[in-house]
């Protein structure tokens, strides 16, 4: 069964900054998604960035960008010039062939002002 | 507008009482997911549907049911079997398997008194 990881339960950054945040996961498959979401205060889920396996090149949306070593099986997500409201939970999630998108545990990220 | 609408924001249940969450979307979407978020334990998979009239158990399935009578519809029963069931429960639902990007629900909170 496939499995994710997020090491970090809590990160914080200096407004303007840059984090990464970690994230790992366990497969057999070769062919999957992967992605990055944001849960602020309101709960309301949302999409940050999302990464095909097959892509060697590494996504990008405006400040946030991942680094995905498939090797590793790491798939860590960059915030570039931190703003206030970056604060929020994230969560790293997989989807595989059997239809399931399973999510890690989650890194609350705290932005200091 | 398109999207996930679930129903009630609210819920207070007395122990021993089954309790219906609904979730209807608009956006001619093919899978719905249920997904249950308590603090610390980020999203587990209750229930995932990729057709109507089927649907497949997620990690947490026990002490829950689905149904997918319409396209449009997902609704989650929780049921007095469910030994611990005050938690935050989200649905989504995306276009197709292995297309990625689930859009959320605002979350239904079920609380057991």
């Known amino acids: 069964a496939q499995t994710v990881t997020q090491s970090q339960p809590e990160m914080s950054v200096q407004e303007a900054e840059t984090v990464t945040l970690s994230c790992t996961y366990d497969?057999?498959?070769?062919?999957?998604?992967l992605f990055w979401y944001k849960q602020p205060p309101s709960r309301q889920m949302i999409l940050v960035i999302r990464q095909e396996a097959y892509k060697q090149q590494n996504a990008t949306e405006n400040r946030f960008s991942v680094n995905f070593q498939k090797a590793a099986k790491s798939f860590s997500l960059k915030i570039s010039d931190s703003q206030l409201g970056d604060a929020a939970m994230y969560f790293c999630a997989y989807e595989g062939r059997d239809d399931k998108i399973i999510f890690g545990k989650g890194t609350r990220l705290h932005i200091l002002p | 507008d398109g999207g996930i609408t679930q129903s009630p924001k609210y819920l207070f249940r007395k122990e021993g009482q089954n309790v219906t969450l609904s979730c209807e979307q608009n956006?001619?979407?093919?899978?719905m997911y249920w997904y249950r978020q308590d603090p610390g334990q980020g999203l587990r998979l209750i229930y995932y549907s990729q057709i109507v009239n089927d649907f497949q158990k997620g990690d947490i399935a026990e002490g829950y049911s689905v149904s997918r009578e319409k396209k449009e519809s997902f609704p989650l029963t929780v049921t007095s079997a469910q030994k611990n069931p005050t938690a935050f429960y989200l649905c989504?639902?995306?276009?197709?398997?292995?297309?990625?990007?689930?859009?959320f629900g605002e979350g239904s909170r079920l609380t057991v008194l």
């Open positions: 956006l001619n979407h093919d899978a």
């Open positions: 497969t057999s498959e070769s062919d999957y998604y």
């Open positions: 989504a639902s995306s276009i197709q398997r292995l297309v990625g990007e689930l859009f």
